[in-house]
């Protein structure tokens, strides 16, 4: 599994785990499965622990040397890296790719505030329990002993400190580092992706567009000569393994999109030899809320008890907001009979598939497909 692969390596690089390269591996063997990868002794990390954190001899004696700063050294001790790095074109791509993944796109893995969070969320699920744990233990290695507000609260400071701006610092020690003339971070970020008629960016994931059709545009970001957008719709890559463009890729400076039904939207900037990580976007572009049903005469068994109805449905896969939505016969919209969806006391979207039963009366229900 070269994705588990390239993450471990990532984050111990990110972290400076001092005893790296020393990581867990391990395979399925019925059935039979891919190899993956696991950090392993990360205890050892952003200067704590032991005195081997660092760039140190192999016999790890490292003499007070530690650092609070990713760095890269260590990749040095695993062989099989840099022969992956150097050998494949695909492999250099695929760490480019995972780095920007975890360090720049928003909710990232590595990012300071994804890592904040998880590291609050932590802390405050043993923070009660810490009293404790210093009454128990405090005095066990020395006297005055260790206290949560004395030992602990500084420590978990000191951590939220190490962190932040930490996914920076780490672009930065990748943007410096050079392997095989091919920089390590990535030279073009992802193309710039929005909606014809808006200014709202778009970025990776799924988006549901409640309308017959929609144009897509997508623009290369950063300068570069013949510096160009190539994406697929398909989902598949628009760059081979080796490098080249992918024959079923399109390119264009300033793409122009006509979307209608799902379109799975992979795109790459490229210029030479250079690919930026790709931006994928699942597109879904379906009309808006359908009127599923109607009964001009109710039956007084049904949910609304003999009064006329209207069932609607919401065809999309994703969450279709009602707010807003006027519901009318032929005499429009702006008729006294009219009806406003989203209203206070009402729901104000429908889930996947979900139907919406309106009485004439005033009774209203949703319930599944």
Request: proline share 7%; aromatic share 8%; hydrophobic share 40%.
């Amino acid at each position: 599994d070269v994705v588990s692969y390239i993450d471990q390596a990532l984050l111990a690089s990110y972290a400076a785990i001092g005893d790296y390269p020393q990581y867990y591996y391990g395979n399925r063997l019925t059935p039979v499965g891919p190899i993956r990868y696991f950090v392993w002794d990360a205890e050892d990390s952003w200067g704590g622990g032991s005195t081997r954190t660092g760039p140190c001899d192999v016999s790890h004696k490292c003499k007070g040397a530690r650092t609070n700063n990713p760095q890269l050294d260590r990749l040095g001790w695993t062989e099989s890296f840099w022969k992956l790095w150097g050998g494949t074109a695909g492999f250099r791509q695929l760490w480019i790719d995972r780095a920007y993944y975890h360090l720049a796109i928003p909710g990232g893995a590595l990012t300071s505030a994804s890592l904040l969070a998880k590291w609050a969320t932590l802390c405050d699920a043993i923070q009660p329990a810490m009293l404790l744990e210093s009454a128990r233990w405090g005095d066990e290695l020395r006297k005055p002993g260790y206290t949560r507000r004395g030992s602990w609260l500084p420590a978990r400071r000191r951590m939220e400190t190490a962190l932040i701006g930490r996914d920076e610092r780490m672009q930065s020690v990748l943007q410096r580092k050079t392997a095989n003339n091919v920089r390590m971070y990535a030279v073009y970020p992802p193309p710039r992706a929005r909606l014809d008629g808006s200014e709202d960016e778009l970025g990776q994931g799924t988006l549901v567009v409640p309308r017959r059709a929609a144009v897509l545009l997508l623009q290369p970001v950063g300068t570069g000569r013949d510096l160009v957008v190539r994406y697929t719709l398909d989902g598949t890559d628009p760059r081979t393994p080796g490098g080249s463009p992918a024959a079923a890729s399109v390119a264009c400076a300033q793409c122009r999109l006509d979307i209608a039904g799902t379109a799975k939207v992979t795109a790459r900037s490229h210029s030479g030899s250079n690919w930026s990580p790709p931006l994928r976007l699942t597109l879904i572009v379906a009309a808006g809320l359908q009127i599923n049903e109607v009964a001009d005469k109710g039956d007084p068994d049904d949910r609304c008890a003999g009064a006329d109805w209207v069932e609607l449905r919401n065809p999309t896969p994703g969450q279709l907001p009602l707010e807003g939505l006027v519901l009318s016969d032929d005499k429009g919209p702006s008729d006294a009979d009219a009806f406003i969806l989203g209203a206070v006391g009402c729901p104000l979207a429908l889930s996947a598939g979900e139907l919406l039963l309106l009485c004439r009366e005033g009774a209203a229900s949703v319930g599944g497909a």
